[in-house]
Structures are given as structure tokens and as C-alpha cells.
């Protein structure tokens, strides 16, 4: 059987990071890593958890169903979605498993799944929630022309009167299910005059039913759903009412069961994003193998850490650039990790 580490890094990270339902200035995931090369990352949410002992735990319950495999192939990438522990465990391992195809068979990660190459990657900027004054700063001085701003917070309607002289910049929303059904529809109309046509997770998912009737006639403005999207099930019970799905590894499982939400979106002709948590470019690396399958990328998480601690997907400003050395995933810069080991 070859060799899986589990390792807690605590990432500093640039500037601490605000939700409406949680924050942080530094981030502790796990790194999964077999035969001292192949990576994964398991990165749980700033609020909704689980703590790193439950990942720990799960990870591995997952290690030992790998301890009985002869052979590592695809149908241990379907054995691991079939686990019964957290996505964001399964997300790890299978991100693991799938570097390391690639690395025994000389595929790129993608070729193993069949998926097309990634091009064209243009990733938001995330802004997140301060004071308005602060947020409209950030805003106007960022050098990416893509940003998403965190709301759903009591200070939303002062930052909006902010927003009406930002310049060049394209502006999308997410309010993290911040607001009720009458602060939506208000926000999303005022939204729309700003020029906003992506605004995610409106309200909680209770009342998602609500959204079509909360945008009214701004039907350029597109609602994506986030919470609560975990599998291709879950899209089937709310896909009549959103405009389109960010799906995140952390909550999928992993990019089998994520290619599955991303396939039955397009087939009902809605925009898929692809999102992340505050995780590398490890953690980020599944969503950029199957990235060819997305409208919308969010994939900034290396870019509010202090430190990326992965080698091999590389960021242009707001363009994400894969090297031709990807073949077995993201290789891990060692001496940085070593500093933010957490014993």
C-alpha cells in the first residue's frame, strides 16, 4: 500500500477574511498526500465547518477503504465518492487519487477524466465585508477587473451609494443568504441599475422558491444558488428557480459528483460557476481540471492567502494560467509548507 500523510497547515492569511455569518485571519486545512507527492487539500467553511478533528477523522476512515485497494484507477475515484464522510474528506482524497493517475499514467489530470483542456480561466477578486467606505476603496484600487463583493450585511444600502462611480470593473454579488425576501428584492433591483448581473445566494435556501419573483423583470440578472448545493440531487429539487449553480469540490465531494451537477446544468441550460473556499492552489486544482465546463470562475482562494503553498497553477492577475509540468497535480512548495505546519 503506498504511503498517505495527513498534515494541518494554518495559512495566514493577506487580510482578514468576512462573511455574513463568520470571518477569519487565518485558515486551518489539511493536506492529504500519497507517496510524498500527490496532493489534496481539505478546506472546510469559515462558519459552517466541520473542525479539522472531524476531517481528520474522516480522512482516515477514507485512507483505510484505500488500504484495501491492489490497484489505484478510476473506479477508486467512484469508491471514494461512494464514502460516507464529509465531501470536503472525499473532496481531498479524491483530488489525491486523480494527481496521482495522472502522474503513474503521464496524463494530464483532465485527460484521465476525458475533460477538455483549461483555457481561458478569468477568476473574480473576492472583497469582503468591512466598512462601506473600506469596500468602495478596495473596490476602485483593485487591479482585478473582475471582483465579488461580500454583502449581506446591515450596511448594504450605504454601500451601494458608493458603488455608482467605481469605473471599468465588473461587479458581481455574493450575500451569502444575508438577506430576507423584502432586502433581496430591494438589493437586487438596485443591483441591476449598477450593471450587476451576478448576484449569489440571495436569501437562505428556504426561500429559493421566492427568486424568480424577487428578480421581477430583471431578467439579465442571473441567481446563482451556492448553499445547500452539494449533489446533482440537489440541483434537481431547485433548479426551476435559480439561473444558474456554483458548485464547490468542498460540498460535491469531489470532481466526480461535481461533473455530474456541472453536466445536468448545462443540459437545463444554466450557468454553472465554479467556486472555492480560503484553501491553494491544492484545493483549488479539481476545479480547474474540469473548469472547460464553466461560465463563471471563482477561484481566488490562493490569492487571499499570505502564501500560495502549491506549484503549477499560476495567476495573471485575473487569469489562471496552467504549466505544462501539471502532470501528477500541483507539486507543493516544501519549505513553505514547513512553516505553516500546525502540530
Given at each position: 500500500?503506498?504511503?498517505?500523510?495527513?498534515?494541518?497547515?494554518?495559512l495566514?492569511?493577506?487580510?482578514?477574511?468576512?462573511?455574513?455569518?463568520?470571518?477569519?485571519?487565518?485558515?486551518?486545512n489539511?493536506?492529504?498526500?500519497?507517496d510524498?507527492?500527490?496532493?489534496?487539500?481539505a478546506?472546510s467553511s469559515?462558519?459552517?465547518?466541520?473542525n479539522?478533528?472531524e476531517?481528520?477523522a474522516?480522512i482516515?476512515s477514507?485512507?483505510?477503504?484505500?488500504q484495501?485497494?491492489k490497484?489505484?484507477s478510476?473506479?477508486?475515484?467512484?469508491?471514494?465518492?461512494?464514502?460516507t464522510?464529509s465531501?470536503i474528506?472525499r473532496?481531498?482524497?479524491?483530488a489525491?487519487?486523480l494527481?496521482?493517475l495522472?502522474?503513474?499514467?503521464?496524463?494530464?489530470?483532465?485527460?484521465v477524466?476525458k475533460?477538455?483542456?483549461?483555457?481561458?480561466?478569468?477568476?473574480?477578486m473576492?472583497?469582503?465585508?468591512d466598512?462601506?467606505?473600506e469596500?468602495a476603496?478596495?473596490i476602485?484600487?483593485s487591479?482585478?477587473?473582475?471582483i465579488k463583493i461580500k454583502m449581506?450585511?446591515?450596511s448594504d444600502?450605504?454601500?451601494?451609494d458608493l458603488?455608482e462611480d467605481?469605473?471599468?470593473?465588473e461587479?458581481?454579488?455574493d450575500a451569502?443568504?444575508?438577506w430576507?425576501?423584502?432586502?433581496?428584492?430591494?438589493?437586487i433591483y438596485?443591483?441591476?441599475?449598477?450593471?450587476?448581473?451576478?448576484?449569489?445566494?440571495?436569501?437562505d435556501l428556504?426561500?429559493?422558491?421566492?427568486?424568480?419573483?424577487l428578480k421581477?423583470?430583471?431578467?439579465?440578472?442571473?441567481?446563482?444558488?451556492?448553499?445547500?448545493l452539494e449533489?446533482v440531487?440537489?440541483f434537481a429539487?431547485?433548479?426551476?428557480?435559480?439561473?444558474?449553480?456554483n458548485?464547490?469540490?468542498?460540498?460535491?465531494?469531489?470532481?466526480?459528483e461535481?461533473?455530474?451537477?456541472?453536466?445536468?446544468?448545462?443540459?437545463?441550460e444554466?450557468?454553472v460557476?465554479l467556486?472555492?473556499?480560503?484553501?491553494?492552489?491544492?484545493g483549488?486544482?479539481q476545479?480547474?481540471y474540469?473548469?472547460?465546463?464553466?461560465?463563471?470562475?471563482?477561484?481566488?482562494?490562493?490569492?487571499?492567502l499570505?502564501?500560495d503553498?502549491?506549484m503549477?497553477?499560476?495567476?495573471d492577475r485575473?487569469?489562471?494560467?496552467?504549466d505544462?509540468?501539471i502532470?501528477g497535480?500541483?507539486?507543493?512548495?516544501?519549505d513553505?509548507?514547513?512553516n505553516y505546519i500546525q502540530?
Open positions: 500500500m503506498s504511503r498517505v500523510q495527513t498534515i494541518r497547515v494554518s495566514p492569511l493577506k487580510h482578514k477574511f468576512v462573511v455574513s455569518k463568520g470571518e477569519t485571519e487565518r485558515k486551518t489539511l493536506l492529504t498526500i500519497l510524498n507527492r500527490y496532493s489534496g487539500e478546506a469559515v462558519f459552517y465547518g466541520p479539522v478533528e476531517l481528520e474522516d482516515l477514507g485512507v483505510e477503504m484505500l484495501q485497494q490497484n489505484f478510476i473506479r477508486t475515484l467512484h469508491a471514494i465518492d461512494k464514502l464522510i465531501p474528506a473532496s481531498a482524497l479524491m489525491m487519487i494527481n496521482y495522472s502522474g503513474k499514467r503521464n496524463l494530464y489530470p483532465w485527460e477524466l475533460l477538455g483542456a483549461p483555457v481561458g480561466i478569468r477568476s473574480s473576492t472583497v469582503s465585508i466598512e462601506p467606505a469596500m476603496a478596495a476602485r484600487e487591479s482585478y477587473p473582475i449581506g450585511a446591515n444600502r450605504e454601500l451601494l458603488l467605481i469605473g471599468d470593473k461587479l458581481r454579488v451569502n443568504g444575508g430576507d425576501c423584502e432586502t433581496a428584492e430591494e438589493m438596485r443591483l441591476s441599475k449598477l450593471g450587476v448581473r451576478v448576484i449569489e445566494q440571495p436569501t428556504e426561500h429559493i422558491a421566492d427568486w424568480p419573483y421581477g423583470k430583471n431578467d439579465e440578472v442571473e441567481l446563482i444558488v451556492d448553499e445547500g449533489t440531487k440537489d429539487r431547485v433548479h426551476d428557480y435559480c439561473d444558474g449553480v458548485i464547490k469540490m468542498e460540498k460535491s465531494g469531489g470532481i466526480i461535481a461533473v455530474r451537477i456541472a453536466k445536468a446544468a448545462r443540459r437545463s444554466k450557468k460557476m467556486g472555492c473556499m480560503v484553501e491553494s492552489s491544492v483549488i486544482a476545479s480547474v474540469m473548469s472547460s465546463l464553466a461560465d463563471y470562475h471563482d477561484l481566488d482562494g490562493p490569492l487571499l499570505e502564501s503553498i502549491g503549477g497553477i499560476n495567476y485575473e487569469t489562471i494560467h496552467v505544462r509540468e502532470i497535480g500541483p507539486a507543493l512548495k516544501r513553505v509548507v514547513q502540530d
